[in-house]
């Protein structure tokens, strides 16, 4: 672990209260006890909140009446002595309490300091600190709702869970490594493949949790599909509630894709109408199409939008090759008219009508119903991880892996403990925190040495 400046800091936060207003400024470290018994005349009583009078160093002019309440560590955000200050929403006031309190010997926090601060006390894991920009950066009920299982430890438990069972499989290794004239006989090859393969199922399901995580924090990728006048413009405008893309019986008005996100229960979608799939295209509509295809084969959902008084329309190979039941909808658009456009097989069918809204919310819920198949159930938690955390649980497995074919092959126990620590290297990037002394304990525990 580098070492990291442990002088105060402080930040402030503008936050409505009300109709009324508040900043709030937040110190952390050594000098916070010695800063609020200047302020408020003596020692504050830990945890309680106290009003007095902010005066400038050395009992200059009151800058505001404010409520200060110290947080002695551990038991704090960043897990050092903390001190916050509550005044007015002035941003004048608040500016004039930090320069005082850079006056006393404090210094501005660096992005995202406090948050380390918290991470390097051990208040938090690697994982829970970046839950706290997934809290901030939620874009959904359901992404915030992840991110605050996140923040609360959710996959910090459950690596914890693997890394103690990948602890014990390498104190059984260990123990053959330190008397060499022994090797590891068949029963024990048995009971360590069968538990590597415990963890490895338990790395695998995680790592199926990524592009959930992807879902969470970009929305679900939702591509409006269909030959050019079906209604793909007027059902994303009825869906975002305005006239987001131009609608004209002309066909071909599109000849780009428009996104556009939105909100459908508690799930972020984005919405990407693209231009028409026209058989006989201009050279304009053909770049068009292009890039319709484009997003198509990237979509998590494909809405595909037909004219349902029309017989169902062919569409390209390389489009039709990609839709099943799983990623597609059909949706018949203008069914306040003559529906005769028989859906092809496999497909689940909506049918709706963009121009007087009926259907759109069926179309809504079957949305929602999707983005939640997407979820990665571990056990009652739901768990999305993000990119980083995929890498490291991908180097993972593969170390598992080579584990299991080394142990199949007879190899010799040294290598099968090299590819056990690089397994738990790779899981201790994702809380932050590789602890070898903790091998040794388990180490210790399960054998008797030197019996």
Request: with cysteine; aromatic share 4%; hydrophobic share 40%.
């Amino acid at each position: 672990m580098s070492e990291y400046n442990s002088a105060d800091t402080i930040a402030a936060l503008a936050t409505p209260v009300g109709t009324a207003a508040l900043a709030v400024v937040r110190a952390s470290g050594p000098d916070c006890a010695r800063v609020a018994a200047e302020i408020l005349g003596r020692s504050p009583t830990p945890r309680q909140a106290h009003y007095c009078l902010y005066r400038a160093a050395g009992g200059g002019r009151v800058l505001d009446d404010v409520l200060l309440t110290f947080f002695p560590g551990p038991h704090s955000y960043s897990g050092e002595d903390s001190l916050e200050i509550s005044t007015h929403g002035n941003p004048l006031i608040a500016q004039y309490v930090l320069e005082d309190l850079l006056g006393r010997g404090l210094r501005p926090a660096e992005a995202g300091e406090f948050t380390r601060r918290a991470f390097l006390s051990g208040r938090l894991d690697l994982s829970q600190a970046e839950a706290v920009m997934d809290v901030i950066h939620a874009r959904s009920e359901r992404a915030l709702a992840v991110a605050r299982r996140q923040l609360e430890g959710s996959l910090g438990r459950h690596l914890n869970g693997l890394t103690e069972a990948l602890l014990l499989v390498l104190a059984r290794i260990e123990a053959y490594i330190d008397f060499p004239d022994e090797d590891l006989p068949p029963e024990d090859r048995a009971v360590v493949l069968a538990d590597l393969d415990v963890v490895l199922r338990g790395t695998d399901r995680l790592l199926a949790t990524s592009h959930y995580g992807d879902v969470l924090r970009d929305g679900l990728k939702t591509v409006i599909l269909g030959e050019p006048n079906a209604g793909k413009s007027s059902l994303l405008n009825r869906l975002v509630g305005r006239d987001r893309a131009l609608v004209s019986d002309r066909p071909g008005t599109t000849r780009d894709f428009i996104e556009e996100r939105i909100l459908i229960g508690p799930h972020a979608i984005r919405l990407i109408d693209t231009a028409g799939l026209n058989p006989d295209p201009e050279e304009l509509e053909r770049l068009g199409m292009d890039k319709a295809l484009e997003r198509a084969a990237e979509a998590d959902l494909i809405l595909w939008v037909v004219d349902a008084s029309r017989p169902c329309p062919d569409l390209p190979v390389e489009v039709r090759e990609r839709l099943n039941g799983c990623n597609t909808l059909l949706v018949r658009n203008k069914c306040d008219l003559s529906a005769i456009c028989q859906p092809p097989a496999g497909l689940s069918v909506v049918d709706v009508s963009a121009l007087t809204g009926q259907g759109v919310e069926a179309l809504s819920a079957m949305i929602a119903a999707r983005a939640d198949a997407f979820a990665g159930q571990q056990g009652d938690e739901v768990i999305a991880i993000n990119a980083r955390h995929a890498d490291a649980l991908r180097r993972a497995g593969d170390c598992l892996r080579a584990a299991q074919t080394k142990l199949l092959d007879g190899g010799p126990v040294e290598l099968l403990a090299s590819d056990l620590r690089g397994a738990l290297d790779a899981c201790g990037e994702i809380s932050g925190r590789v602890d070898n002394e903790r091998m040794l304990d388990h180490l210790f525990k399960a054998f008797c040495i030197g019996k």
